[in-house]
């Protein structure tokens, strides 16, 4: 792998894979159309699923901002 690649994760397809999954699942599209929509907590059943997909999406941003993204400088990698 080249050292660009390390730097930039935007070139992982699996980053993106992760990504598209998820923000299919905070939308609720693939719920059937016309049917009684069950309450829970007070909540629509598909307000719940579309928070837990948006905190799993924080989840995930926050963990590739952490361990997939090099942000020492060119600079400060020749310094070692």
């Known amino acids: 792998m080249s050292k660009d690649q390390t730097k930039e994760p935007i070139r992982k397809k699996w980053i993106w894979i992760g990504l598209v999954i998820i923000m299919l699942g905070i939308v609720p599209w693939y719920f059937p159309r ?4 069950p309450i829970i907590l007070g909540f ?3 307000a719940l699923i579309s928070l837990f ?3 799993l999406l924080c989840g995930y941003l ?4 952490v361990s997939q993204w ?3 400088e060119d600079i ?3 310094e070692d």
């Open 44 to 46: 629509p059943y598909w």
């Open 62 to 65: 926050s963990w590739l901002c």
């Open 34 to 37: 016309g049917t009684e929509v």
């Open 53 to 55: 997909f948006s905190l």
């Open 76 to 78: 400060e990698e020749n």
């Open 70 to 72: 090099n942000i020492v």
